[in-house]
T-cell receptor
Framework: GENVEQHPSTLSVQEGDSAVIKCTYS??????FPWYKQELGKGPQLIID?????GEKKDQRIAVTLNKTAKHFSLHITETQPEDSAVYFC????????????FGSGTKLNVKP | GAVVSQHPSRVICKSGTSVKIECRSL??????MFWYRQFPKQSLMLMAT?????????EQGVEKDKFLINHASLTLSTLTVTSAHPEDSSFYIC???????????FGSGTRLTVV
């Protein structure tokens, strides 16, 4: 099955700086890669996603890049704000996995004011 | 759009009792819902796939007799933790997909504490 690894496990940045979280996956058949933000005591919220036919996607301060050859994808947050502080999860899914999502281990982002 | 409602948000029960958690898709129909379990500071672990009108599919290592899943309608799936024990204490989260080309929407989660 798919194995998703996520780094770093914790990330501390100063407000206004950029934050980058990286994930690798093992199954070359995976073709959908969402990123979720989870605040304490709440369910994860989809913040951005990318499909394997696209190399980069951007939504305001958030961007995701995908390198299919290397099987890794990254989340980029620019001009970070304290409200960006949360745990971020990457995930991978593909046609061979019957829509199952395989999650990374999570990154706790702390944005210091 | 694409809202998934989960209840209750918190529940405390005694060992040996059963607890039911509801997951509803409010503005879309979901033939498939997923149930996850999350331990503190850990990632989400898929427990089972809930299919409307048929039996749920459980992941390896998940006891189907302990975690009963019922998906009786296109907008409701329930997870019942039977004969709960303290080790069942965890954060349970459901998710559903509104559209084929859209990511999954998660419920707000249920914090179960078994005492």
């Amino acid at each position: 099955g798919e194995n998703v690894e996520q780094h770093p496990s914790t990330l501390s940045v100063q407000e206004g700086d950029s934050a980058v979280i990286k994930c690798t996956y093992s199954d070359s058949a995976s073709n959908y890669f969402p990123w979720y933000k989870q605040e304490l005591g709440k369910g994860p919220q989809l913040i951005i996603d990318i499909r394997s036919n696209v190399g980069e996607k951007k939504d305001q301060r958030i961007a995701v890049t995908l390198n299919k050859t290397a099987k890794h994808f990254s989340l980029h947050i620019t001009e970070t704000q304290p409200e960006d502080s949360a745990v971020y999860f990457c995930a991978a899914s593909g046609p061979g996995n019957f829509n199952k999502f395989y999650f990374g281990s999570g990154t706790k982002l702390n944005v210091k004011p | 759009g694409a809202v998934v409602s989960q209840h209750p948000s918190r529940v405390i029960c005694k060992s040996g009792t059963s607890v039911k958690i509801e997951c509803r898709s409010l503005d879309f129909q979901a033939t498939t819902m997923f149930w996850y379990r999350q331990f503190p500071k850990q990632s989400l672990m898929l427990m089972a796939t809930s299919n409307e009108g048929s039996k749920a599919t459980y992941e390896q290592g998940v006891e189907k007799d302990k975690f009963l899943i019922n998906h009786a309608s296109l907008t409701l799936s329930t997870l019942t933790v039977t004969s709960a024990h303290p080790e069942d204490s965890s954060f349970y989260i459901c998710s559903a997909q509104a559209r084929v080309d859209y990511g999954y929407t998660f419920g707000s989660g249920t914090r179960l504490t078994v005492v």
